[in-house]
């Protein structure tokens, strides 16, 4: 990894059993894995190091290494934790309804969700685009990031069908990768200050509305009552 390193490779001793609990008994993987999305979202990738994370999680070093193996598997499984946590609070609740119309409505909110500004989302944001910088110096990163936006965008394409039944996979697939890297785009600018999060859910919403314009079928020209579709004007 490019950038600042932990000196220290996994050490030799001081396994599992060398650890204190964190308060409250959580899973000590996840634990560990929030630590250092909260690392992230304070310093970037680059400052990352394992002891921080470890002491944010109040474990040993030995036990984050025994989880991860080391800080390029600690960045992997933090972007898995990262998209984890974005699918519980951008999923408006049960699976939605499958007519068009209340389809949209759910991947409209669902967007929205994106720029909820709650501590939780912005540091969940915060961490992913720090991800995604990193991911230009760190080749390794680079393929995991690429698979996990190729899954958010089968996802989201995914999200589309029902809204537009009709549309041919291909065109859901390219609005869906359109609507994602304009959601990163957003995302940056509304985690910079240069966007309110209101605005940024709302142009959301716009580029999802002519979206799905682009992916319905041209409605058939109306013919007067009266006349049939194969008369001329002249007859």
Not at 114 to 121: A, I, N
């Amino acid at each position: 990894m490019r950038g600042a390193r932990d000196e220290e490779g996994p050490p030799d001793a001081g396994g599992p059993q060398d650890v204190r609990r964190p308060p409250g008994g959580p899973d000590r993987r996840t634990a560990i894995l929030g630590a250092a999305a909260r690392a992230m979202a304070r310093r970037g990738v680059r400052g990352l190091r394992v002891a921080e994370v470890a002491a944010e999680a109040r474990v040993s070093t030995a036990l984050v290494y025994y989880h991860f193996g080391d800080r390029t598997g600690l960045l992997r499984h933090t972007l898995g934790h990262l998209g984890d946590r974005a699918e519980r609070y951008t999923r408006p609740g049960a699976p939605g309804p499958r007519r068009p119309e209340e389809a949209l409505r759910e991947l409209e909110e669902r967007l929205a969700r994106e720029f909820q500004d709650t501590p939780e989302v912005r540091e969940n944001s915060t961490a992913w685009g720090e991800l995604r910088a990193e991911a230009v110096f760190d080749p390794e990163l680079r393929g995991e990031l690429a698979r996990a936006g190729g899954d958010w965008v089968r996802e989201l394409a995914d999200l589309l069908r029902p809204v537009v039944p009709a549309a041919p996979e291909r065109s859901l697939a390219g609005a869906a990768e359109r609507l994602t890297v304009l959601l990163e785009g957003l995302s940056t600018r509304w985690l910079a200050g240069l966007l309110p999060a209101g605005h940024a859910a709302e142009l959301m919403r716009g580029a999802l509305a002519a979206e799905v314009r682009a992916l319905r079928p041209p409605e058939a020209p109306r013919v007067p009552e009266g006349r049939t579709a194969v008369d001329s004007p002249a007859s």
